[in-house]
């Protein structure tokens, strides 16, 4: 049950991947010159008031230095980029090693 949420996960993750890299691409070539949104920026634009609520759980419980080296890295990153990565985390969690004896033993 586990692995199924990880992998389900996982693919709406690659899905989200793939809408913001053909967004991307779409505003590239209208503009004609490469255009790519950061995790931050997309963030912010779909909802400014949880990024914030975030800053200031991760600053309060965590630390601020957490805040301005790590996660300002992350949120800097294009958005494609880190909905990737986030995607084969979760498929490399939800994977299941195949059996060695093979598909027909017993």
Known sequence: MIRFLFRLLSLVAL?????AAAIDSIES??????VMTSFG?????????????VQTGVEHYIGAWIWQNGVAWVLGQPAFAVFLLLS??????????PSL??????
């Open 15 to 19: 899905a989200i991947a793939v809408l």
């Open 29 to 34: 070539v209208a503009s004609s010159e490469v």
């Open 41 to 53: 920026a997309a963030w912010a634009d779909l909802s400014s008031s949880t990024l914030a609520l």
């Open 88 to 97: 084969l985390f979760l498929w490399m969690c939800g994977y299941r090693k």
């Open 101 to 106: 004896a093979g598909r027909f033993a017993a």
